[in-house]
């Protein structure tokens, strides 16, 4: 009979149209097929995700001065790999195991299920204990893991230009294995704000918001880049090395967005599921759209000219907003949330600057002040309480902001945040790296010159 069915699933792949006899079992086998599909999506969507890093490392390398294009590079992926050991050592444990409604379990590691151990070895008995889980137990963790890494992207382009290497690194350490693991206990994880009926589909607050807040303190502490706000009020402009890549940047954000709201179905199982999927990720696209157009039309008014990098933000702006309710069957809501969502990015940009508050890519105004619209605007269509949003949104601002801005104090006072006056005029790919992302452009300086 197994061998019959394997048979009949492949014609069925083959061809569509076949029309197969009720009496015919594939029954058997349905149980195994939903936990495949729903495995499958969960490393292919995490995937799509994971490349989302590329997107973060094309969208700062372009937006900061040629002369730490190559030092962005390495952030990038740096912080990629300390997320990922940070959240199998501790992180994903914190966040998901025995979660008593503030912090899962201190265990340390994460390995597949003793059934998937017995699968492999050889057991067919365990075939069926291991389906009825729905996915595998490592396709979870790598999906959650990618989400870890978006987050500590977030806190990179804000600081660029002007936070020292391994300061840097450190930081992204405490915030992967501790602090992002805790708000996604506090919620994901089934804690407390869980259990107040928060709703968050795929992360405005949770992912976004949480690397926007930790952002913004290390932006207070470490100060801004050296000349950017002059004494009169006026700020000085610092145009990006590489307006292409920037651009480039972008659309492959836009693309990981589909795995990042389309993956959080978190089910490929059913014919439901592949419905509710589609609608996310037509929702997701018509947001970031609205984003940009309304980033365009304001952008003349807000900056004085028709700007691409906001516009750009724009779209950043309408994904965030729309992660937190993303499963609205109401297309037309997306396309208000994601505009609002582009709009608040514009404000946001602006409002830093009368604050003087030196953020290089816009990722405050882009994941927290998006987010927070979004986290709010789940309200509109996807059923969530108003009163329970806010408080999730406070009470997730305060914690990360609170203990991020703890952390980079602490670190300022022992070794020092930012590079030194002389690093930050020579560049950081020089005087950390002692290679240039674009040496044929570039003269190397001499070596007394750094000291």
């Keep these: 009979m197994l061998k019959i069915n394997k048979v009949l699933r492949s014609l069925l792949f083959a ?63 740096g912080l990629y790999a300390i997320a990922s050991i940070a959240f199998f050592v501790i992180g994903y444990n914190l966040m998901y195991v025995d979660v008593t409604g503030l912090i899962g379990t201190f265990t340390l590691f994460y390995s597949s299920s003793p059934d998937e151990v017995l699968l492999l070895g050889g057991s067919e008995e365990a075939t069926e204990a291991v389906a009825s889980a729905g996915y595998s137990t490592m396709s979870d963790w790598f999906f959650q893991m990618v989400f870890v890494a978006t987050t ?41 704000l869980s259990n107040m009926g928060f709703q968050d589909f795929a992360g405005s607050t949770i992912v976004h918001s949480t690397g926007g807040w930790a952002a913004l303190a290390g932006a207070l502490v470490v100060g801004a880049r050296a000349g950017k706000f002059r004494e009169d009020g006026t700020v000085k402009a610092t145009p990006p090395s590489n307006v292409p890549v920037v651009t480039l940047g972008i659309f492959i ?112 105004p882009a994941h927290l002040f998006a987010g927070i619209w979004g986290t709010i605007a789940a309200c509109i269509a996807s059923g969530a309480d108003i009163l329970i949003q806010l408080v999730g949104i406070l009470s997730i601002g305060a914690f990360v902001f609170a203990t991020s801005y703890i952390i980079w104090s602490i670190m300022e006072k022992v070794v020092g945040c930012r590079v030194s006056p002389n690093v930050e005029e020579l560049g950081q790919d020089v005087a950390e790296l002692g290679i240039e992302a674009y040496p044929e452009f570039v003269v190397m300086p001499d070596s007394d010159e750094l000291k």
């Design 152 to 192: 500590a992207s977030i806190v990179s382009g804000a600081l660029a230009e002007r936070v020292k290497l391994w300061t840097f690194f450190a930081f992204i350490c405490v915030l992967t294995a501790f602090i992002y693991p805790v708000v996604g206990a506090w919620t994901w994880g089934g804690g407390w």
């Design 253 to 364: 954000l836009w693309l990981g967005w589909f795995g990042f709201n389309g993956g959080s179905q978190l089910a490929l199982g059913s014919a439901a599921d592949a419905v509710a999927m589609s609608i996310v990720l037509v929702n997701t696209n018509l947001a970031a759209a609205a984003g940009v157009l309304v980033a365009l039309i304001v952008s003349r008014p807000l900056f004085g000219r028709v700007d691409l990098l906001s516009v750009l933000n724009g779209a950043i702006g309408g994904l965030v907003a729309i992660t937190a309710g993303p499963d609205m069957i109401a297309h037309g809501w997306a396309i208000l949330i994601g505009g609002i969502g582009g709009l608040v990015c514009s404000l946001g940009i602006r409002l830093l600057e009368k604050l003087r508050i030196d953020d290089v890519v816009g990722a405050v």
């Design 15 to 77: 061809f569509p149209g076949i029309v197969l006899l009720p009496n015919i079992a594939l029954a058997e086998v349905s149980g195994e097929s939903q936990f495949i599909f729903n495995t499958f999506s969960f490393l292919i969507w995490g995937a799509l995700v994971m490349w989302m890093c590329a997107g973060f490392t094309m969208l700062e390398s372009g937006s900061v001065r040629t002369r730490n294009a190559s030092v962005i590079c390495l952030k990038n992926i």
